[in-house]
């Protein structure tokens, strides 16, 4: 069993930065590939970022050039650094661990453990 929790979030203006955290518990966090995903109100989850057990990043478009995933195993923690944040990047944010390998973890379906999520407001 993997627990997540995030945090981090908060309110930012447009063009500004915030570092997203995710402390997991578990002797097996290094193994799992992990991701990060966003819901805003009245749309479904979506995909934001995710980095396998290698290292190995993936990034939804939107993002790319501005979301820096990563993850320390030692500190058993996952971050995302987002930066030139946009009122379209709004929403809350969750991390998610998954057991199995392969892929780019953009399928939330695909993942096993979910954090309680952290709320992300860029005002323009």
């Known amino acids: 069993q993997v627990q997540l929790v995030e945090s981090g979030g908060g309110l930012v203006q447009a063009g500004g930065s915030l570092r997203l955290s995710c402390a997991a518990s578990g002797r097996t966090f290094s193994s799992y590939p992990l991701g990060w995903f966003r819901q805003a109100p009245g749309k479904e989850r979506e995909f934001v970022a995710s980095?396998?057990?290698?290292?190995?990043?993936y990034y939804t478009d939107s993002v790319k050039g501005r979301f820096t995933i990563s993850r320390d195993n030692a500190k058993n923690t996952m971050y995302l650094q987002m930066n030139s944040l946009k009122p379209e990047d709004a929403a809350v944010y969750y991390c998610?661990?998954?057991?199995?390998?392969?892929?780019?973890?953009?399928?939330?379906?695909?993942?096993?453990?979910w954090g309680q999520g952290t709320q992300v407001t860029v005002s323009s």
């Open positions: 998610a661990a998954k057991r199995t390998l392969g892929g780019t973890g953009a399928y939330p379906y695909s993942y096993d453990y």
């Open positions: 980095i396998t057990s290698g290292g190995t990043t």
